[in-house]
């Protein structure tokens, strides 16, 4: 079993920044494929970001050029560093590990990863 604890959502207002973090813990962290998700109430779960155990990214058009994945295996923790948010940004963020290699094309869907964090809310405000 792999635990994946999501930090640091909260209030920002447009344009403004935040960190999000996932520590992850059970496992070996280095083959995982880390993914970042969000959604929104009434909506589907939407991809975000996802980040290989090469370090190879692949972000969502609507976030591409203003979301930055890393991740430090050292401390088995992933980030997202989201700038110039947009109140369409507004949503709860999940973190996500996906074990072994897949292309990017599956990598966007949720339903292929195994493990799930609770959650971070992030409200953008106007």
């Known amino acids: 079993q792999v635990q994946l604890v999501e930090s640091g959502g909260g209030l920002v207002q447009t344009g403004g920044s935040l960190r999000l973090s996932c520590a992850a813990s059970?496992?070996?962290?280095?083959?995982?494929?880390m993914g970042w998700f969000r959604q929104a109430p009434g909506k589907e779960r939407e991809f975000v970001a996802v980040?290989?155990?090469?370090?190879?990214?692949y972000y969502a058009d609507s976030v591409k050029g203003r979301f930055t994945i890393s991740r430090d295996n050292a401390k088995g923790t992933v980030y997202l560093q989201m700038n110039s948010l947009k109140p369409e940004d507004t949503a709860v963020y999940y973190c996500?590990?996906?074990?072994?290699?897949?292309?990017?094309?599956?990598?966007?869907?949720?339903?292929?990863?195994?493990?799930w964090g609770q959650g971070t809310q992030v409200t953008v405000s106007s």
């Open positions: 980040i290989n155990w090469s370090e190879s990214t």
């Open positions: 996500a590990a996906k074990y072994g290699g897949q292309t990017y094309s599956l990598l966007r869907e949720a339903s292929r990863y195994n493990y």
């Open positions: 059970g496992r070996t962290f280095d083959n995982y494929a």
